[in-house]
């Protein structure tokens, strides 16, 4: 079992919509998650960061966390077209900050 | 710029060969870490230095791989006896210890 897991996708939504990406993780000693976004033939940029239970905004972007139910899930309000990437869920844990990354999540923001 | 570099940023090489690839993170930070990401996957975690020293080593890790980071500053993988099952975009990331890590643009590696 992967310690993160997350559809693969692809999520396909209307511009202007908003996208929703989920993320599960197994390791209750995770301490902090992460997403971040990855264009094709690019190396990861980081979009948002939590650690803490309940919801964390930034611009158009939502992060949600909820240690109970090991879920962490990303919002994107008022998708644009080049929001269209992969969105890496990534799980920090241990002594030595290992991250954990997901399979990540396909985003097609349709014109 | 001060991001985190990676050099070569691609490389073809024939089965059997040795390579490297160098990182060099930002300049403050004193964590280093190397992933590998094949297509369609997330990066897999290599290895993590804390300054010069290794301090983690995935079991992804053969022994045909080794990294090194002298005095704490840039990194070097090596690749020994390359394979095509070595294909892949090699990743570096740095942080501070706060827990973002910040990706250099990685570097491609083709066996043919």
């Known amino acids: 079992q992967k310690e993160v897991e997350q559809n693969s996708g692809p999520l396909s939504v209307p511009e202007g919509a908003i996208a929703s990406l989920n993320c599960t993780y197994s390791d209750r000693g995770s301490q902090s998650f992460f997403w971040y976004r990855q264009y094709s033939g690019k190396s990861p940029e980081l979009i948002m960061f939590i650690y803490s239970n309940g919801d964390k905004e930034d611009g158009r972007f939502t992060a949600q966390l909820n240690k109970a139910s090991q879920y962490v899930s990303l919002l994107i309000r008022d998708s644009q077209p080049s929001d269209s990437a992969t969105y890496l869920c990534a799980a920090i844990s241990g002594g030595y900050q290992k991250v954990t990354f997901g399979i990540g999540t396909k985003l097609q923001v349709i014109p | 710029d001060t991001g985190v570099s990676q050099n070569p940023r691609h490389k073809i090489t024939k089965r059997g060969q040795n390579v490297t690839f160098r990182c060099d993170p930002i300049?403050?930070?004193?964590?280093l870490y190397w992933y590998r990401q094949t297509l369609g996957q997330g990066p897999e975690f290599l290895t993590y230095f804390q300054n010069e020293a290794q301090l983690e080593k995935s079991r992804l890790l053969s022994d045909r791989f080794s990294a090194e980071r002298p005095k704490g500053s840039f990194s070097t993988l090596e690749i020994q006896r390359t394979e095509q099952g070595d294909s892949a975009m090699y990743l570096c990331?740095?942080?501070?210890?706060?827990?973002?890590?910040?990706f250099g643009p990685g570097t491609r590696l083709l066996v043919l």
């Open positions: 990331a740095s942080t501070s210890g706060a827990e973002t890590q910040y």
């Open positions: 300049s403050e930070h004193n964590r």
